[in-house]
């Protein structure tokens, strides 16, 4: 299982960008859970947002609700994350999660690589 994030850059205040996340190697119906994470210099990695992998549940940082949106596409490989009203504290570089459960409840976590995102008054 590969998770390859895309779409990060240097955006302005105020502006928007999505990011995606492609998953190979397995569909989202292989996880438990899928999501964003984030990490700022000098900070913990913190959850930006999350899915259930049927894509009907999601649940959001505080610091994002309202301007992020995680979603995905029909045929489970891709997950987004569309950041609007993109403020200078969003700065950090941006990973994809997944979260899979065996039969024992034994979790197992995947990540991306992880892609920067630069915020500019």
């Known amino acids: 299982v590969q998770l390859v994030e895309s779409g990060g850059g240097s955006v302005r205040t105020g502006g928007s960008l999505r990011l995606s996340c492609a998953v190979s190697?397995?569909?989202?119906?292989?996880?438990?859970?899928i999501g964003w994470f984030r990490q700022a210099p000098g900070k913990e990695r913190e959850l930006v947002a999350g899915?259930?992998?049927?894509?009907?549940?999601?649940n959001y940082a505080a610091a994002v609700k309202g301007r992020f949106t995680v979603s995905t596409d029909s045929d489970g490989h891709t997950m987004y994350l569309q950041m609007n009203r993109i403020k200078n504290a969003d700065t950090a570089v941006y990973f994809c999660?997944?979260?899979?459960?065996?039969?024992?409840?034994?979790?197992?976590?995947?990540w991306g690589q992880g892609t920067q995102v630069t915020v500019s008054s």
């Open positions: 899915i259930n992998n049927s894509g009907d549940i999601t």
């Open positions: 190697g397995a569909t989202f119906d292989f996880f438990n859970y």
């Open positions: 999660h997944a979260e899979h459960k065996d039969q024992m409840w034994r979790p197992t976590y995947y």
